[in-house]
């Protein structure tokens, strides 16, 4: 818990002064207006229902709705990644911002970044939502932000152009309306799923398509209607799955279930095992045919998969074999190295491509914001080239530093 250390202070102006001091010293937050919105917006009133220390908190959710399974399909973010998301953003006074999935209090932040000059619009596919941040929002003392009930793959074209468009559900296609719907110094902050890991993108414009100037590690609901991801799932046996939204990569369960009863063979790299969110992206774009690997605790404590894959690990599969990350205490330097585990017919070819790509990735590119994503939009080319990741409305290409 990041709240107050006096757990029996529950006022909460004293936790929400304590959330922006933590958000703060966890570089959360970096600029004075963005400080300033987070101390100005009651956060509780935007989650009646829930307990004022979970409203507070700086890195849990607070559940708003689930679907028929118990999977959350909204929540209020944590608090630190939308501090993260709107300093990406870089909102003046004035400026004109669309927000893609609605909650009520992030549009509430933004609204208090734009000032009176500037206008907020919010936009949820849901009702339920929309309705519930309305309210919010009017209860809170926010009722200059408009609230649209749409699809926000269609953009909101009435208020258009805008100077900052923020999606706040996990995105798999960058739909043609969010890049014409902004000014043409306009940028996009985007949580943008491929090969199921996340990351915040913001973009900016740059001649027809757009151009990063930052990312960094995000986690978010999946986008509903007509952007919904277009994802390949597999599942090995209990417990044991592999995730990709890449064509190319042949998912074959009976056969890789097959791999995982061979025997393991094991590859050290040598390279130190760091900056785990830069080397799993590197990992995910770098692999010539990835897929995630998801197993649970069942799976993990009977030596089946490495703990590794509790979270899920960037794999490289073929027909029959598969290889994914592992890492062992380095006993000489402290800290850990990364390795590879490899199962089937082909584990040796793959697990030497795994940890080439784990050493290139250590000796080139070991930082934090290596990559520079570019999003084209517009028909794919075929064959498609290897840094690209095909999207339903263009591609997006990685450069590494
Ligand atoms: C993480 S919640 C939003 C949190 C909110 N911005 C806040 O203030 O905390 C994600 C929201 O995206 C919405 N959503 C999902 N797909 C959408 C779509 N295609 N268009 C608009 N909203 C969508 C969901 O209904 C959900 O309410």
């Given at each position: 818990m990041t709240t107050a250390s006096d757990s029996t202070v529950r006022d909460p102006d004293v936790l929400r002064a304590d959330m922006v001091r933590a958000l703060r010293d966890q570089d959360g937050i970096t600029s004075e207006p963005v400080a300033a919105a987070f101390a100005a917006v009651p956060r509780h009133r935007f989650a009646?229902?829930?307990?004022?220390?979970?409203?507070?908190?700086?890195?849990?959710?607070?559940?708003?709705?689930?679907?028929?399974?118990?999977?959350?399909?909204?929540?209020?973010?944590?608090?630190?990644?939308?501090?993260?998301?709107?300093?990406?953003?870089?909102?003046?006074?004035?400026?004109?911002?669309?927000e893609i999935g609605s909650g009520g209090y992030n549009a509430a932040l933004i609204q208090e970044l734009v000032g009176g000059d500037?206008?907020?619009?919010?936009?949820?596919?849901?009702?339920?939502?929309?309705?519930?941040?309305?309210?919010?929002?009017?209860?809170?003392?926010?009722?200059?932000?408009?609230?649209?009930?749409?699809?926000?793959?269609?953009?909101v074209p009435d208020g258009a152009p805008y100077d900052r468009i923020i999606v706040t559900a996990a995105a798999w296609v960058i739909p043609t309306s969010w890049i014409s719907g902004l000014t043409a110094k306009g940028r996009l902050v985007v949580p943008l799923t491929m090969c199921g890991t996340t990351r915040s993108i913001a973009f900016d414009r740059d001649d027809d398509g757009l151009i990063s100037r930052s990312y960094g590690l995000a986690r978010f609901v999946p986008m509903q209607g007509e952007g919904a991801a277009e994802e390949r799932k597999a599942m090995l046996r209990d417990g044991v799955a592999l995730q990709t939204d890449d064509v190319r990569v042949p998912l074959n369960a009976q056969a890789l279930n097959h791999a995982l009863d061979t025997p393991r063979l094991e590859r050290w790299s040598g390279a130190a095992y760091e900056l785990p969110d830069e080397l799993e992206l590197y990992?995910?774009?770098?692999?010539?045919?990835?897929?995630?690997?998801?197993?649970?605790?069942?799976?993990?404590?009977?030596?089946?998969?490495?703990?590794?894959?509790?979270?899920?690990?960037?794999?490289?599969?073929?027909?029959?074999?598969?290889?994914?990350?592992?890492?062992?205490?380095?006993?000489?330097?402290?800290?850990?190295?990364?390795?590879?585990?490899?199962?089937?017919?082909?584990?040796?070819?793959?697990?030497?491509?795994?940890?080439?790509?784990?050493?290139?990735?250590?000796?080139?590119?070991?930082?934090?914001?290596?990559?520079?994503?570019?999003?084209?939009?517009?028909?794919?080319?075929?064959?498609?080239?290897?840094?690209?990741?095909?999207?339903?409305?263009?591609?997006?290409?990685?450069?590494?530093?």
């Open positions: 009646p229902d829930a307990p004022l220390e979970l409203a507070y908190d700086l890195h849990r959710t607070v559940p708003v709705k689930k679907d028929e399974h118990g999977l959350d399909i909204s929540v209020m973010s944590a608090a630190h990644l939308q501090a993260v998301m709107l300093e990406q953003a870089d909102i003046e006074p004035g400026m004109r911002v669309l500037g206008a907020v619009t919010t936009v949820d596919i849901d009702r339920d939502i929309i309705d519930r941040a309305r309210l919010c929002l009017d209860d809170a003392g926010y009722g200059q932000v408009k609230t649209v009930l749409a699809d926000g793959e269609t953009g990992l995910t774009l770098n692999l010539s045919s990835a897929a995630r690997l998801h197993a649970d605790k069942d799976a993990v404590e009977h030596g089946l998969v490495e703990a590794s894959a509790l979270y899920g690990v960037p794999a490289l599969v073929s027909e029959d074999s598969i290889a994914y990350r592992t890492r062992r205490e380095n006993e000489d330097t402290g800290g850990f190295e990364s390795g590879v585990i490899a199962h089937g017919p082909q584990a040796e070819a793959l697990a030497e491509e795994y940890v080439h790509v784990l050493r290139r990735w250590a000796q080139d590119h070991r930082r934090r914001g290596a990559a520079t994503f570019r999003y084209l939009p517009g028909a794919a080319p075929t064959p498609l080239p290897r840094d690209a990741v095909r999207r339903r409305h263009g591609i997006v290409t990685v450069a590494w530093n």
